[in-house]
Antibody, heavy 119, light 107 residues
Framework: QVQLVQSGAEVRRPGASVKVSCKVS????????MHWVRQAPGKGLEWMGG????????VYAQRFQGRVTMTEDTSTDTAYMELSSLRSEDTAVYYC????????????WGQGALVTVSS | DIQMTQSPSSLSASIGDRVTITCQAS??????LNWFQQIPGKAPKVLIY???ILQTGVPSRFSGSGSGTDFSLTISSLQPEDLATYYC?????????FGGGTIVDIK
């Protein structure tokens, strides 16, 4: 079974960047697809981007294009999501979630990382 | 993008009640649908995938049905630990999209 452990809570000023990590265990990062989903306080779930099997690359949701970068370090089985030009509306819990390599069906989730953007 | 419309947005039911949540996709998604349970303060947990397949370890009181555009999640006998928000999610294509959620409260 895949287990995902994310980095801790972060506080950032508007305009800054944040990088959240997601350590995978129980499976190699090369054998699964990684996605990132966020949840603003009291709101629903929003997909930010992830690996697209048909394209063979990471795809980002249009509203985050140009501001988000998702990377992977296969030597440590750790995935990263960096969001730049932060604004108060980016205050949210950020989750990593995995799907089987050739699927988009989200299955296992990290515990979430709260990012607070405040001046 | 595929829009997922969930209803109701909230419900209150008694222990032992049968509860049904519906989810409608804006276009045909075959059976490419997940149902998640999110307990307050926790990460979502998959209950059902493939619209009707129970995830390993999930109690059998949960069931899913539907195909194409109309889906439902049923809890056959509501238990206290089922207090949560439930989300449907399509994975037919990108971007992945979620329903707005249904808050299940215990009377």
């Amino acid at each position: 079974q895949v287990q995902l452990v994310q980095s801790g809570a972060e506080v950032r000023r508007p305009g800054a960047s944040v990088k959240v990590s997601c350590k995978v265990s129980g499976y190699s990062l090369t054998a699964i697809s990684m996605h990132w989903v966020r949840q603003a306080p009291g709101k629903g779930l929003e997909w930010m981007g992830g690996f697209a099997p048909e394209d063979g690359e990471t795809v980002y949701a249009q509203r985050f294009q140009g501001r988000v970068t998702m990377t992977e370090d296969t030597s440590t089985d750790t995935a990263y999501m960096e969001l730049s030009s932060l604004r108060s509306e980016d205050t949210a819990v950020y989750y990593c979630a995995t799907a089987p390599y050739n699927s988009l069906a989200l299955e296992f989730w990290g515990q979430g990382a709260l990012v607070t953007v405040s001046s | 993008d595929i829009q997922m419309t969930q209803s109701p947005s909230s419900l209150s039911a008694s222990i032992g009640d049968r509860v049904t949540i519906t989810c409608q996709a804006s276009q045909d998604i075959n059976d490419d649908l997940n149902w998640f349970q999110q307990i307050p303060g926790k990460a979502p947990k998959v209950l059902i995938y493939g619209a009707s397949i129970l995830q390993t370890g999930v109690p059998s009181r949960f069931s899913g049905s539907g195909s194409g555009t109309d889906f439902s999640l049923t809890i056959s006998s509501l238990q206290p630990e089922d207090l949560a928000t439930y989300y449907c999610q399509q994975y037919h294509n990108l971007p992945l999209t979620f329903g707005g959620g249904t808050i299940v409260d215990i009377k």
